[in-house]
């Protein structure tokens, strides 16, 4: 029995649309075995048009940071960029900083579901650059039937235009601005790092056997 692939032609048809606008972009390819709960919900979600989402590295330069209080000392004030980064309720890691941003809903493209996503979480407006990162996912349920779903996930850098973070309760356990890097860090985020930081984690996830550059 030949295996049935869920949005592998939006996908594809996506991905595509994004090489064209952006140029030179990592793209990467992974697969993932999910238990058959889990597959069944991406199942429906993605029968529904669901293919992923997308996430936000935002950087805030020293001019843009607000004023200090009358009891703050001078010498607080900003002198680097910072990334703001936030703690996700649904990570197991309870400690583990990742990027804002999420799921695209109806016919929205990937930018203008990364600046809702933003907004709705955290209270941010921001202006998306390109995007450093496309990560392409191959799921199959554990339960060995012959399905595929595919789903794309857009990481972009990103500028902060204004606003004061307000976190999004129901979603987000906490958010804060970064001038260096928190002991841990969700995936997207720990790849625009290595760069972006210098961090040279131990656990590269995209060097891993099922991960692959397309």
């Not at 790092?193 to 099922?210: E, K, N, Q, S, T």
């Amino acid at each position: 029995m030949s295996t049935t692939h869920i949005n592998r032609e939006a996908v594809e048809r996506r991905l595509s649309r994004l090489r064209s606008a952006y140029g030179d972009v990592s793209v990467l390819e992974g697969e993932e075995t999910n238990s058959t709960e889990w597959f069944d919900t991406l199942r429906s979600r993605g029968e529904d048009g669901y293919t992923g989402g997308g996430y936000a590295w935002i950087v805030r330069d020293p001019e843009d940071a607000p004023e200090l209080s009358d009891s703050m000392p001078t010498d607080a004030r900003e002198e680097r960029s910072h990334v703001l980064l936030i703690v996700d309720r649904g990570d197991e890691n309870e400690n583990r900083w990742g990027l804002p941003g999420g799921g695209r809903e109806d016919d929205e493209t990937y930018e203008q579901a990364t600046v809702r996503e933003v907004r709705e979480e955290t209270g941010l407006e921001v202006s998306l650059g390109s995007p450093f990162l496309l990560y392409r996912v191959r799921h199959v349920p554990e339960d060995g039937r012959d399905l595929c779903l595919h789903t794309l996930w857009v990481s972009f850098d990103a500028t902060y235009e204004g606003g004061s973070v307000g976190l999004q309760a129901g979603e987000l356990r906490g958010a804060a601005w970064f001038s260096t890097p928190p002991p841990t860090l969700g995936p997207w985020a720990l790849y625009r790092a290595v760069d972006w930081w210098g961090v040279d984690p131990d656990d590269r996830w995209w060097d891993a056997d099922d991960v692959r550059e397309a």
